[in-house]
Structure formats: C-alpha cells, structure tokens
C-alpha cells in the first residue's frame, strides 16, 4: 500500500505500462492481459479481470485507477446517437457523444477541455465560460472507452471528431499527444480523426507542419469581419484573411482540403447575399462547407433556418465552385448539440433543489 496517488491506466502509454508491470516484477503476459481488459473489453472495476490472481487485483485496485472519467449521465436517442456526461476527478463535467451509421462508422465526439475560453455566442459551451484543460489521457479515454465497447460487440470505432467541448488548439499539446495515442492504440487513421477549431491562427499553421493527415475543420459561420466578430469573439484577434491564408498553408503542406462549418443561422448566417460573399472568399481553395442548422441554445435567440433557405445557400455556393452539404443535426431530442447536455443536467438539478445545487464552474 502506498500513499502516491493512483497511476492512471489510461494515462499510461505502451512503453509507460509495460515499464510498471515489469517494475512489479509481472511477466509480459500479465500486462498484457490487463491491457485486453481495458482496451478490448472495456471494464470498468479490476474484479471484473477474473483471470488475473488475486493479489495483482489488489495491487491494481490500491495503486491505480482505471481511468479518471466516471459516467454521470447517459441518453441514447431516438436515431442511435448515445451522448455521455462524464464527471471528472475534480468534479468537472465534460461530454462525449457515439453517432453509429448505416454505412457501418462509428464516430466519436470528445471534448478537449472543460468549458470554452473563446466564447461564441451562439454555442453552449461558450455561454459556460473555460474551466480547465483536459489532460491527454482524459482526452483519449473518452475515445478508447467507446472504441473498448464497441470492440465487445464485434464493432469497430472507426472516426473521432474534436468537436465536443473546448477549443482543441487551446489545448495543443495534450490534443496532438491524445491524437497520436489515438493512432498508435486505437487504430484509428489519421484520415479519420478530425480537429475542429474556431480559428487560432498560431495554431493552425504548427498543424500544418506536424507531418500528419488529421482532418482540419474550421469554424467559420460568417464571411465579413463585422458579421464573424459579433458571434465569434477571437475573430478580432485572427479576423478571416489571416485565418484564410492559414488554411492555404495548411492545404499546401498536406494536400488535404479543408473543411469550414458553418451554423445556419436564420436572416443572419443563411442570406443569399452572405452565400455570394462566402462563395467569393473561398473561390478557389481546397474545401468543404458543412452547413448545420444552428441548435438553439439557453443564451442566444437566433433560429435554424428552413430548408428552401438551406437549399439555397447550397445552391449559390455551388455556382461560385464551393462544395457544401447541410449536415443532419443528430441526437437533437437528448441535447447532443455541443455542452447541451451538461446545461441541460445542470438546469434539472437546479430545478429539482435550487437552494444546494452547485454553481455551473
Ligand atoms: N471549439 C471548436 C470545436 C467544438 S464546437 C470549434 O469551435 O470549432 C464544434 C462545432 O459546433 C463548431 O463548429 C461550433 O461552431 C459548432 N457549434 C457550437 N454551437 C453550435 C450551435 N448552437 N449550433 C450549431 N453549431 C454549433
Ligand atoms: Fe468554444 Fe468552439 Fe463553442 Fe466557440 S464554438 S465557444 S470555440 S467550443
């Protein structure tokens, strides 16, 4: 027994866990039973290892932990999407969220840190305001759980998207650290993990040199200066030229095309006029415009828009050379829009006893 904290397994990389297994003086094929556990059967309590002895359980149970993320609330929807609330070990709350397909992927969504410091106005994470960063393994449990789970059923996670909570380039190195991990562990290919990122200039283009085929997504939701710096408040400081011309670095470096998200914002993101000025800035540059229908959120009163209004934006898009496609908004009846869930739970649990429920952060 000893009073060090507990080593985080999912913290540990390959080489970090075969080191500790050899330090107690295990054979190679102990640790790498533990390993199976984990990774290929996604337990969650070292009694569950039932063909390890006994005193290594212990041992396990009283100088590690399995991971520092605990399940606080699930809600699967209608259309299979499953949207997770982990609780983490200082009581933050960050969400993650599976969306299976009929072509077969199964994509995760993490979350790279608790809150958001950039505030976008329209998000929901944004109006929550930053807590803290999540550590790389934090990151990449979120991953590996599902990955584990799904393995169990003979599936396979196949996509991971940064589009949870935080800003991923905010989070830099634990981001790239559980990005690698994610490859190297998960089997999961560069090509199909995407970072999305509200427009850190710096950030981008050290991307743009790591050597790696990671989808970039870039949050864009308007075209002018005026208009982007009212919903996006970082636009002041990288406002879009700069941001632009990041991205046709990166496209240059990879070879890969860059795709910009865009909310559908009813009259204000979704106007003929403002497709026209969106098709002539991209003229030209390797690129994907996914439109998604704004979600509506507590603090910010616009609307999606309708359809035809879509339909449209698509179709002036497409006359300047520019791909779009309007997403599907999944999991919309269980609040799986970004920090939707965590506003909710918060909101019922203030509901249910307002005078002992604990501030949002
Ligand atoms: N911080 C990163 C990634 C997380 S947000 C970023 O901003 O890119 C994932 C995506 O959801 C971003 O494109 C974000 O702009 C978008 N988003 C946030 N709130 C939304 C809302 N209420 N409706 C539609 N899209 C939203
Ligand atoms: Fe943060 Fe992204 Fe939400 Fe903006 S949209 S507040 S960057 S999570």
Redesign the pocket.
């Known amino acids: 027994m000893t009073d060090a904290a507990p080593i985080d397994l999912y913290s540990l990389t390959p080489d970090a866990w075969t080191s500790m297994f050899t330090e107690w003086g295990e054979p190679t094929y102990r640790s790498e039973q533990v390993r199976k556990w984990v990774y290929e059967r996604g337990v969650t309590s070292f009694s569950e290892m039932t063909n390890l002895p006994k005193a290594l359980r212990m041992r396990l149970e009283s100088e590690t932990t399995l991971g520092t993320l605990r399940l606080s609330t699930e809600r699967e929807s209608n259309d299979g999407t499953v949207k997770r609330l982990w609780r983490l070990s200082d009581g933050q709350l960050v969400e993650s969220v599976l969306m299976p397909y009929q072509d077969g992927r199964r994509t995760a969504c993490i979350s790279?840190q608790a809150g958001?410091a950039?505030g976008?106005v329209?998000?929901?994470?944004?109006q929550m305001g930053f807590a803290r960063h999540l550590s790389a393994g934090e990151i990449f449990q979120q991953a590996a759980v599902f990955a584990a789970e799904l393995r169990e059923r003979n599936e396979r996670l196949s996509n991971v998207v940064?589009?949870?909570?935080?800003?991923?380039f905010h989070n830099y190195d634990a981001v790239l650290v559980a990005i690698r991990r994610m490859m190297a562990e998960l089997g999961i290919g560069a090509r199909h993990i995407t970072v999305?990122?509200?427009g850190l200039v710096p950030q981008i283009k050290q991307f743009a040199k790591e050597g790696l085929q990671v989808k970039l997504?870039?949050?864009l939701?308007a075209a002018t200066d005026k208009a982007r710096g009212a919903l996006?408040p970082v636009n002041k400081k990288w406002p879009i030229a700069e941001l632009i011309a990041a991205c046709r670095e990166y496209v240059d470096a990879t070879g890969r095309r860059v795709s910009f998200?865009w909310?559908l914002i009813a009259g204000q993101t979704d106007t003929d006029s403002e497709a026209h000025v969106l098709g002539r800035l991209l003229r030209g540059l390797r690129c994907h415009v996914n439109l998604?229908?704004?979600?509506?959120?507590g603090g910010?009163d616009g609307m999606?828009s309708e359809v035809p209004q879509a339909a449209s934006f698509v179709h002036i898009l497409e006359s300047h050379g520019v791909p779009a496609t309007v997403r599907v908004r999944r999991g919309i009846d269980i609040e799986a829009?970004?920090?939707?869930l965590k506003s909710d739970v918060i909101k019922k649990q203030r509901q249910a006893a307002p005078e002992t429920s604990a501030p949002i952060d």
């Open positions: 790279s958001c950039m976008c329209f998000c929901a994470t944004g940064l589009m949870g909570m935080g800003e991923p999305s990122t509200v997504a870039i949050s939701h996006i998200e909310a998604i229908p704004l979600n509506p959120t910010f999606p829009g970004c920090g939707q």
